[in-house]
């Protein structure tokens, strides 16, 4: 053989080497993370007494349990080079930690698939009370594979099911204070915020006898003392008496189980976590010894949250401050793991529900909670009727950011019974006030057969349940045909259609459709006001109220030829809705494009205002604007956190177009604001959005999570059209007639957008 053919082959040999380093290491740029079972990311959490346990899984303590038999897989992708899919996958399953390259339990082989977060498992059988670990690679669309995932672990439940939802046990997280001041014998202590948690505290004396007084509250008075008598069953404020022993001990205050928000209605502290209390500040008198901080432990209980999964930031301290608040908000009203009013109660209420969901959603890449939350609801109802309504809304918003549609498929017939078809009329109005609630259409709702469900429009009314008063429903008249019902009634109609035919159900689906079209006709032949241009309360009525209006638009029911006599009709009233109102007002005022008001909404300073609650004192959402409108009303009431799912949703525009997130749509409407940042977890990976504007141009970043496709909507200015690039490429844009100027669709990847105007 030749010199010459031998340097050849070592040429080609060589070239070979390089071309096979390269496509290693660009497969290993693919990175497969954050592993999930049945939606949950950390199913190797172990927990005991509440807090995280390292070492090795055990039967001791809590971790969350894996219920179903078949559950679903999921992952992100990172690392892929921009407009990169998934082509394909494959998966490992094993029963020990040292076979999991041969996936002994389940190796799906390589699957053609673009799916990466609704992948059925279809191995060999789970068994109960088990631990298994699994892997997964992919491949791209030019079939480079991936390097394998780090295998994640996760157990299964005693019991498996066809269906059943897996949740996370609760967490504590042991927090100091932010500040301590001593005055004699008195010690003031301040966490910085206030959180549901327990007290626990070391101190130093050289004789037994010595009690002091321990005071715990949500808030102080001018002088910084604790409020001591806040109004009855509002601000939480409690108070006892610790004897001390000799020598250097550590005490923990057992708090007493109030009778209010521990009967049968309300959701209980689970044993391993035990009897909570929302508070800030705290008061030990009677010690006349140095206490340091780090002596004073509030041990908080909450949800698992990741509290970097989100963030928001802009040219407005304020709109910042809001977020900051609403956020926390969201973390600190998840001590029970399932969606409660507040402490006064700690029940589950659908309203409460439907706004934490969205709010949850928003800042934590987190689902188990929302789902077991609308899951509890769809069994035990109470008493309104649109919140009845509101758990189909619940469920769609459970299917469109997961993709999932086991849920759905399981409570089907339960789902269809909370249409409350049997109440409608004729003229395709549905009426509590017409006889037909009957001990069977309260069964099948599970609500007491005993009782009936009544319309609420908003709360609370100082009124009376459906009676004139100065309350939050801005003078609404109750009539036998609610507007605002028939809103509720109209959209679950609709998200029920888009449900019944995901699961080839196509006769309800159908059903569903006419129907939702007749009440849609019956709005605006019986409750249309023309020469109000806005509509009424009812249609016995020519009240027309805030509600009656911003529920329509924000459904979907106001004619294009509309909406702008309907806007002008909504300015007019201001913010005369409750905090738990506000969320459809914000929907509806940012559905209709009028992006500077929706701004003045969300960073007014007056007393109905989210910053109101700041300058109050609060620092997790109130249940109400003020203590003037709601003497009672909890200071930990997530209900009040409406920003932290209008900022990404609304003013950030974020919003997924198909269930799943598999396509998105990117509308910022930043009104006056000069930048606005922000990120928000997907099912699919993180979404970054930057956006800035002056009066010559607006420029957006975009981050596009792999596996996913982005519509990306940017607003137009005045008439001369303006020149668009991506990535300093020069693009042709879709102009809408609703103003604004739609992109070609982004695959995932990082973007430059720009408009120069």
């Known amino acids: 053989m030749s010199a010459s053919i031998v340097y050849f082959r070592r040429i080609i040999l060589l070239c070979f080497f390089i071309l096979g380093q390269f496509l290693t290491l660009t497969a290993q740029s693919v990175e497969v993370r954050n592993l999930a079972v049945d939606h949950l990311v950390h199913t190797d959490l172990q927990v005991a007494n509440g807090y995280v346990s390292a070492g090795s899984r055990s039967s001791i303590g809590e971790k969350p349990l894996i219920a179903n038999k078949q559950p679903v897989l999921g992952w992100e992708l990172h690392g892929m080079k921009q407009g990169a899919v998934q082509s394909a996958y494959r998966i490992l399953v094993s029963d020990q930690p040292d076979k999991v390259d041969s996936g002994n339990i389940w190796d799906s082989g390589k699957v053609a698939s673009k799916e990466s977060s609704n992948v059925q498992y279809t191995g060999k059988a789970l068994r109960p009370l088990a631990t298994y670990y699994w892997s997964v690679m992919v491949w791209d669309t030019e079939d480079v594979p991936s390097a394998w995932s780090a295998p994640q672990t996760f157990s299964t439940a005693g019991q498996l099911e066809e269906y059943r939802t897996s949740f ?320 509720f009634h109209y959209k679950a109609l609709m998200d029920m259609s888009k449900m019944a035919a995901v699961l080839g159900k196509t006769d309800d689906a159908t059903l569903f459709l006419e129907k939702a079209k007749k009440t849609y006709d019956a709005f605006q032949s019986l409750l249309w006001d023309r020469r109000q241009k806005a509509y009424r309360d009812g249609a016995a009525t020519d009240h027309a109220s805030l509600h009656a209006n911003m529920m329509a638009l924000a459904f979907g029911l106001v004619p294009e030829k509309h909406i702008n006599d309907v806007m002008k009709f909504i300015r007019s009233r201001g913010m005369a809705c409750s905090v738990y109102g506000s969320q459809f007002l914000m929907d509806a005022v940012y559905d209709a494009g009028d992006a500077d008001y929706a701004l003045s909404l969300l960073t007014s300073q007056a007393d109905r205002s989210w910053y109101n609650m700041i300058r109050s004192g609060s620092t997790i959402t109130m249940e109400a604007w003020d203590n003037k409108f709601k003497p009672n009303q909890d200071w930990n009431h997530a209900w009040g956190a409406v920003p932290a799912n209008i900022i990404p949703r609304k003013l950030m525009g974020i919003e997924p177009v198909e269930p799943g997130w598999k396509v998105f749509r990117v509308k910022p409407q930043l009104g006056s604001l000069e930048w606005a940042n922000i990120k928000t977890p997907t099912i699919k990976g993180t979404i970054e959005v930057s956006c800035r504007q002056t009066p010559e141009d607006y420029r957006m970043e975009i981050n596009v999570p792999a596996n996913t496709s982005a519509i990306v909507e940017l607003p137009k200015k005045g008439n001369k059209r303006p020149k668009f690039t991506i990535n300093g490429k020069s693009v042709k844009a879709t102009e809408k007639t609703n103003g604004s100027y739609t992109l070609p669709t982004l695959s995932g990847g990082r973007y430059a957008v720009e408009l120069f105007f």
């Open 168 to 487: 996370y046990p609760l967490l504590k997280t042991n927090e100091q204070p932010q500040h301590l001041v001593a005055t004699g014998d008195v010690n003031r202590i301040d966490f910085g915020k206030a959180a549901f948690g327990q007290l626990r505290f070391t101190l130093d004396v050289a004789e037994s006898g010595t009690v002091v007084t321990v005071r715990l509250g949500e808030g102080v008075n001018p002088d910084g003392t604790i409020n001591r008598k806040p109004a009855a069953r509002s601000i939480r404020y409690a108070e006892y008496e610790i004897p001390l022993k000799r020598g250097h001990h550590t005490y923990q205050v057992q708090f007493r189980p109030d009778k209010q928000n521990t009967g049968p209605r309300a959701i209980h502290m689970p044993d391993y976590i035990g009897e909570v209390l929302p508070f800030r500040y705290v008061e030990i008198e009677g010690y006349t010894g140095k206490i340091e901080k780090s002596a004073i432990t509030r041990a908080t209980v909450h949800y698992p949250f990741d509290d970097f999964a989100a963030h928001f930031e802009s040219s407005d301290t304020i709109l910042n401050a809001v977020w900051e608040l609403c956020k926390y908000s969201i973390k600190a009203t998840s001590f029970a793991g399932i969606y409660v009013d507040g402490d006064r109660e700690r029940i589950p209420y659908e309203a409460d529900a439907y706004i934490n969901q969205l709010c949850h959603y928003s800042v934590d890449k987190e689902f188990s909670m929302a789902r077991r939350s609308h899951e509890y609801l769809l069994h035990n109802a109470t008493w309104p009727t649109e919140w009845i309504l509101q758990s189909v809304l619940m469920a769609y918003n459970d299917y469109l950011h997961t993709g999932d549609i086991r849920s759905v498929n399981h409570y089907y017939k339960d789902l269809k019974a909370k249409l409350l078809l049997p109440l409608r009329e004729n003229n395709g109005l549905l009426s509590t006030k017409n006889g037909r609630q009957t001990p069977e259409l309260m069964q099948s709702i599970h609500y007491n057969p005993k009782d009936t469900i009544r319309d609420i429009v908003d709360w609370p009314h100082t009124g009376g349940f459906g009676m004139l008063g100065n309350g939050e429903t801005d003078g609404f008249v109750f009539t036998p045909y609610n507007t605002v019902v028939n809103a």
